[in-house]
Nanobody, 123 residues
Framework: VQLQASGGGFVQAGGSLRLSCAASGRTFSSYTMGWFRQAPGKEREFVAAISRDGVSTLYPDSVKGRFTISRDNAKNTVFLQMNSLKLEDTAVYYC?????????????????WGQGTLVTVSS
């Protein structure tokens, strides 16, 4: 599967952005999907994950209640709605896919990655 993330940009603290990740292929619904981010000088960190059917989601405490992951299997797309953005949310955001049943918070468990989209939150 090939992934292409989009929707990044500049936003003021407290604002919102919606990221999209479009997947190629006809088997999108067989992949669990995740979003990760990487800030300059920091390791890639888990942001959100969603099950194949979209029923189960998982977030770290740092974004819980502010970010929402969703997917539209008919459109081969996964979304990340980001609200109440903070300065520390500034990073390159990546979508990732893995063809297993269980969702995962571990970047190394995802074999497929998009190219990343930059989110910059300013004060």
């Amino acid at each position: 599967v090939q992934l292409q993330a989009s929707g990044g940009g500049f936003v003021q603290a407290g604002g919102s952005l919606r990221l999209s990740c479009a997947a190629s292929g006809r088997t999108f619904s067989s992949y669990t999907m995740g979003w990760f981010r990487q800030a300059p000088g920091k390791e890639r960190e888990f942001v959100a994950a969603i099950s194949r059917d979209g029923v189960s989601t998982l977030y770290p405490d740092s974004v819980k209640g502010r970010f929402t992951i969703s997917r539209d299997n008919a459109k081969n797309t996964v979304f990340l709605q980001m609200n109440s953005l903070k300065l520390e949310d500034t990073a390159v955001y990546y979508c990732a896919a893995r063809s297993t049943l269980l969702i995962s918070t571990i970047a190394g468990s995802y074999p497929y990655w998009g190219q990343g989209t930059l989110v910059t939150v300013s004060s």
